[in-house]
T-cell receptor
């Protein structure tokens, strides 16, 4: 149980275009989803926290207009990187949680490359 | 603020060697503590966890004990295998502004040689 999927696993896009990444909880309802960014050989950096049906809460320094997060249902959250640039190239990982203080379950990650 | 400090890697061991990866934390209140493992190109997998002081988490031969007096959660394994080669992250979960967030350490890369 507690499986989280992400789609796509890899995406290459041209500079200036937008890319959408999906995060789904497959066998549980996720009241909260988290989006992380990971640079090569570095730790995970929390970008934002989203609760179903409400606006995401972004961490300091994360541009909310660039990284659009939608948590429309209890099993799906999306991250859209708008007007992507090469510096947005990174590994994006989502996680999902039930309840208010439960364990987070992580997706397999999405490798974004902006050319 | 809350933080997690891990020993820097990479750690290179021979197969069947004993492994210790140190992790210490700073937190207000009583956090839950976790060890996650990340294999190349993949997301994070929970390895073990402990939710209160003196709890011992264990899985696949790995162990870690929640030590409140030393604010530590060191990861140990008695005999590592080549398949244990990965990056290991220590993390804590703490209430912050009403939301339980994870705070990760920087990760420790383990390489096990045959």
């Amino acid at each position: 149980g507690a499986v989280v999927s992400q789609h796509p696993s890899r995406v290459i896009c041209k500079s200036g275009t937008s890319v959408k990444i999906e995060c789904r909880s497959l066998d549980f309802q996720a009241t909260t989803m988290f989006w992380y960014r990971q640079f090569p050989k570095q730790s995970l950096m929390l970008m934002a926290t989203s609760n179903e049906g409400s606006k995401a809460t972004y961490e300091q320094g994360v541009e909310k207009d660039k990284f659009l997060i939608n948590h429309a249902s209890l099993t799906l959250s999306t991250l859209t990187v708008t007007s992507a640039h090469p510096e947005d190239s990174s590994f994006y990982i989502c996680s999902a949680r039930t309840g208010t203080s439960g364990e987070q379950y992580f997706g397999p990650g999405t490798r974004l490359t902006v050319t | 603020g809350d933080s997690v400090t891990q020993m820097e890697g990479p750690v290179t061991l021979s197969e069947e060697a004993f492994l210790t990866i140190n992790c210490t934390y700073t937190a207000t209140g009583y956090p839950s503590l976790f060890w996650y493992v990340q294999y190349p190109g993949e997301g994070l997998q929970l390895l073990l966890k402990a939710t209160k002081a003196d709890d011992k988490g264990s899985n696949k031969g790995f162990e870690a004990t929640y030590r409140k007096e030393t604010t530590s959660f060191h990861l140990e394994k008695g005999s590592v295998q080549v398949s244990d080669s990965a990056v290991y992250f220590c993390a804590l979960s703490t209430a912050s502004s009403g939301t339980y967030k994870y705070i990760f350490g920087t990760g420790t890369r383990l390489k096990v040689l045959a």
